[in-house]
C-alpha cells in the first residue's frame, strides 16, 4: 500500500492555491511559485536549478513519469495525480497538468506544470492503482524495466476500460466526470 510519507505525516494546501513550477528540456527547474516552496518545505535557492524530481516520492510509480515525459516530450499535455516528498519527509498529493513551453520562435523550451489539490473521491482509486503499478514494477531491479512494466500494465488497465489515458485519468473522480459531461 502507498505510504502518504517516510516521517508519516502528510501535507495539505488550499484548494484555492496553485503550485506552479517551470523547467528546461532536462527537468531542471528554471521557476517555481511561493506554494511550491511553502509546501515542498525547500528555500527557492535549493529548488532552481535542481532536478524537478528533488520532490519525487518513493511511493509514486515509475510508470506515471515514464508516461509523463514520454506525452510532453511528445508536446502534448498530460493530466497526472502525483504524490511527492517536502524536505522533511512528509508527503503531499497533487493533480498535475503538465504542458510544454515554448519560446517567441514556437520553438520548445521546457515545461510549464500547474498543480491543485486532487480530487478527494479520486484519491483511494488512484492508490489502489498505484500500489498494482509499485508491485509490479518491483519485480524489476532494472529501473528502466520496472518503469517498463509498470507503463505496459498501466496502458493495459486502461484499454480493459475501453478509454484512453485522459479520459481514464478524468474518470477517477466523480467530480471530474459531472465537469466534463457539462461541457
Do not use: C
Amino acid at each position: 500500500m502507498i505510504s502518504s510519507a517516510f516521517s508519516g505525516r502528510e501535507k495539505t494546501f488550499a484548494n484555492d492555491e496553485i503550485i506552479v513550477s517551470k523547467t528546461d528540456l532536462r527537468g531542471v527547474l528554471t521557476y517555481v511559485n511561493d506554494v511550491f516552496i511553502r509546501v515542498s518545505g525547500y528555500p527557492e535557492r535549493q529548488l532552481l536549478g535542481a532536478p524537478h524530481n528533488i520532490i519525487r516520492h518513493p511511493a509514486m510509480p515509475r510508470a506515471i513519469f515514464k508516461l509523463l515525459w514520454e506525452t510532453v516530450q511528445a508536446e502534448k499535455e498530460i493530466f497526472a495525480y502525483v504524490l511527492n516528498r517536502s524536505k522533511d519527509g512528509a508527503g503531499y498529493w497533487v493533480f498535475a497538468h503538465v504542458t510544454p513551453s515554448y519560446d517567441l520562435n514556437d520553438q520548445l523550451i521546457g515545461y510549464h506544470s500547474n498543480r491543485r489539490v486532487p480530487y478527494p473521491d479520486a484519491l483511494p482509486r488512484v492508490k489502489e492503482l498505484y500500489s498494482t503499478l509499485l508491485e509490479e514494477e518491483a519485480k524489476y531491479s532494472n529501473r528502466r524495466e520496472a518503469a517498463a512494466a509498470g507503463h505496459a500494465l498501466l496502458l493495459d488497465l486502461i484499454a480493459q476500460q475501453n478509454l484512453d489515458y485522459e479520459q481514464f485519468v478524468f474518470g477517477l473522480s466523480q467530480h471530474t466526470r459531472l465537469d466534463a459531461a457539462t461541457k
